[in-house]
């Protein structure tokens, strides 16, 4: 039986600002990509994400990125191969802190906004990721855009990998993301979302934004919680998974 995981950027408020809508989409999702104070995220609103994550029976990960607070890591820096590693390190360390206070696993590390971007065609910077990660702990799960050079990059490194599609982005017939410069690269009506989804799990297609099909294997799924009406397309996702028979499993019940 085809299982599935549902990811969703959480614990990206820092300060006084708040980002997202993570008490209530956790509900639905079953995997946690928790920021670590580079693009979003500090030590209270970490620790309070790892709570509820635990409370919830989500896996926990770090969504490591580029030190941006202010672009929010969604612009791409000029950062040689040994910085980006050790920036890696640096915020996955962090996460396990707040982990292990609590009692839990990390159980995977996802790339944040303009780095997971970049590493789509960056071969060095991927591997300086990937490098990071398995110096810190082998058995973690790297998330990477399903159909990428990621996920070999993260193979040949010895690496765990979930292939990774976009609940609710945009595709360019090369598989890659529509940029959100651009109209259209986010869909928000929930029954459209939830029927990408369906086809994404049962059939492995992608709809591309030209109409083109792509077939991509798919293990994880990445719904987002700071968009209009997220908790709503969240929940439609889950219920709409529950009601075809698609168990929806944190990645590390089945990878």
């Known amino acids: ?21 993570d008490d209530e989409v956790i ?11 580079f693009h979003g995220g500090d030590p209270l609103v970490m620790r309070k994400t790892v709570k509820i994550a635990k409370e919830n029976g989500v896996g926990i990960g770090a969504h490591p990125g580029f030190p941006d607070l202010m672009g929010f890591g969604r612009r791409k820096m000029d950062v040689t191969p040994e910085e980006i590693k050790n920036y890696v390190l640096y915020q996955i360390g962090s996460l396990y802190a707040f982990a292990k206070a609590e009692g839990e696993k990390l159980q ?39 159909g990428s050079k990621v996920i070999n990059i993260a193979e040949e490194t010895g690496l765990k990998v979930a292939s990774e599609a976009f609940a609710d982005r945009a595709y360019n017939p090369d598989g890659t993301l529509v940029s959100r410069r651009l109209p259209n690269a986010v869909i928000t009506n929930p029954q459209e979302v939830l029927s990408r989804v369906i086809r994404m799990t049962k059939e492995e297609k992608i709809e591309c934004i030209n109409g083109e099909i792509i077939e991509r294997k798919i293990d994880t799924i990445c719904v987002h919680g700071d968009s209009p009406g997220a908790v709503e397309s969240v929940k439609v996702i889950r219920q709409g998974l529950e009601k075809e028979g698609i168990p929806a499993l944190p990645m590390k019940r089945f990878l």
């Not at 509900?27 to 104070?37: E, L, M, R, W």
Request: hydrophobic content about 40%; overall charge negative.
């Open 27 to 37: 509900k639905y999702v079953t995997s946690a990509n928790i920021g670590c104070g």
């Open 1 to 21: 039986m085809k299982k599935i995981d549902l990811n969703c950027d959480m614990g990206e408020s820092f300060g006084h600002y708040k980002i997202g809508l």
């Open 108 to 146: 995977h590390i996802k790339p944040h906004g303009a780095l997971y971007n970049a590493m789509v065609n960056d071969e060095r910077l991927s591997r300086a990721v990937m490098e990071g990660i398995a110096e810190f702990d082998k058995e973690l799960i790297v998330l990477g855009l399903a």
